[in-house]
């Protein structure tokens, strides 16, 4: 699909002409006033079309009518709805070439138009043996050229990160994460297990220890001379994950190829960064693995020396990403950088508390979080803090190391958070819980079944603003 900024779109020579509707208002189009409006009372309800054959009359075939509410509460988010769904009908109608001609709209709606375009177009159909041809070709549209592009190149890093956590298992291993990262064109790390253990990485390489899969722990590095900001981002990348010796249920376990959505995430972003120039120096951190059953798999009860030195008495083995996380944030707390940001399918909880239309976040300094869930408004995707107090560590409490990996079921998103936070040290920092956004399991607003490519809009717009 190609998006043509044009200075006049209601004259091109298309399939189908999308037009908006405010409710209670007229279009810009008096066919569809004619029609839609007066004749079949369309009232312009936010999400609901009107397709209308031109029947030869006009330069387009057809016209769509694309209801977007009540004027006073549109806002970018809707916008970006409205276009999937429109996107989406095209598609329905097999229309190659669809323009879009925008009236009474009072913000720049170039980034989130794109943003919904691409986002409907998506379609993961890599082992499907026949292939649908349904795909828009061209979007004519008037707009901001430089957001369009701007929007583009996130659009790809989001479709990067969406294919990557579709991928089953078996081809998205940690070697072929790896293999991925080196080839991004970053300055790029691969530690093997045996360099881990130099590190005193206990806890990663723990969890990783019941699968014939090998551990990558991998660092890229996207670096500019006199940084305005150092910036680590940590994706959770267990591969595959199915619970270890405390193994999950066959229902559970079904879609555990997208407990590395994170992971996804941080390549998305690191796989387009050097195309923005940013002034940041931006780290990219995966502690890869699978959580396996296997022979040699740690166990219930077992104490793991994580890389700071503190030790952790396993409780559950499925409570494994944090274990992860815990060395990476190790890691990263020693590359001296102003941020640390970790992303992650951390906790069911987090999903029984806010659901698939928000991610959880907590870190210990509120201006990066209120930063971050700003950002992540403005691009799309929605943060809900969560507290991350000392009490939730009282369950976390030991009789014979550190801490436990697993407390109360209660607050469980937050009790996490606190375990985190033991391997934070000296750096602003901030989690993220993507339990619930990162792969949906029906369509939901502009998105279908899969994986959404969460987190990337958010950390690409933050990265570039600094």
């Not at 409006?37 to 016209?63: A, M, R, S």
């Not at 509460?73 to 329905?92: C, D, G, H, I, S």
């Not at 339990?435 to 369509?443: E, I, M, Q, S």
Request: net charge negative; hydrophobic share 40%; glycine share 8%.
């Amino acid at each position: 699909m190609e998006i043509k900024v044009v200075q006049d779109a209601k004259n091109i020579e298309a399939d189908i002409l999308v037009v908006n509707q405010f409710e209670g208002e007229k279009t810009s189009n008096e066919l569809a006033n004619t029609y839609a409006v007066e004749q079949d009372n369309f009232k312009g309800k936010f999400g609901e079309t009107y397709l209308l054959p031109t029947y030869g009359k006009e330069i387009y075939k057809k016209v769509l009518v694309l209801g977007m509410g009540k004027k006073e509460e549109f806002n970018p988010n809707k916008l970006r709805e409205a276009v999937a769904k429109a996107v989406k009908k095209a598609m329905q109608m097999e229309a190659k070439k669809v323009s879009f001609f925008f009236d009474g709209i009072e913000f720049d709606y170039s980034e989130q138009f794109t943003m919904g375009a691409y986002i409907a177009d998506y379609a993961f159909d890599k082992y499907k043996s026949e292939k649908k041809d349904n795909k828009v070709q061209e979007i004519y549209v008037q707009a901001n050229a430089d957001n369009v592009k701007k929007a583009e190149k996130i659009a790809a890093a989001m479709t990067f990160a969406r294919n990557l956590a579709n991928e089953p298992a078996q081809y998205a291993t940690p070697s072929e994460l790896a293999s991925i990262a080196c080839d991004l064109g970053l300055e790029t790390k691969i530690y093997n297990r045996e360099e881990c253990e130099k590190m005193g990485m206990g806890a990663f390489l723990a969890v990783a220890k019941g699968s014939s899969q090998e551990p990558k722990f991998i660092h890229m590095k996207y670096q500019v001379d006199n940084p305005k900001k150092r910036i680590a981002i940590i994706g959770k990348g267990i591969t595959f994950d199915s619970g270890g010796l405390d193994i999950k249920p066959p229902s559970s376990m079904l879609t555990m190829k997208d407990d590395m959505s994170a992971a996804a995430c941080v390549l998305g972003v690191m796989s387009i960064i050097r195309e923005f120039h940013p002034q940041v120096e931006v780290h990219g951190i995966i502690a890869a693995c699978e959580n396996m059953p296997g022979c040699s798999a740690y166990k219930p009860g077992d104490i793991l020396t994580a890389k700071n030195g503190k030790t952790i008495e396993v409780d559950n083995t499925d409570a494994e990403g944090r274990l992860t996380l815990a060395d990476a944030l190790c890691y990263a707390c020693e590359l001296g950088v102003d941020e640390v940001i970790d992303l992650a399918t951390l906790t069911g909880a987090c999903m029984v508390a806010l659901g698939t239309n928000a991610a959880g976040i907590m870190g210990n300094d509120e201006t990066l979080i209120k930063n971050l869930i700003d950002t992540a408004e403005r691009s799309g995707e929605r943060f809900w803090q969560l507290p991350l107090w000392d009490e939730y560590f009282d369950s976390l409490k030991s009789d014979i190391a550190d801490m436990k990996n697993t407390g109360s079921r209660w607050g469980g998103a937050s009790t996490a958070g606190v375990f985190l936070q033991k391997f934070v040290k000296d750096v602003k920092w901030a989690h993220i819980d993507i339990a619930g956004t990162a792969f949906l399991d029906k369509p939901q607003k502009e998105f279908i079944k899969g994986a959404t490519g969460a987190g990337v809009r958010t950390l690409l717009t933050y990265i570039l603003e600094q």
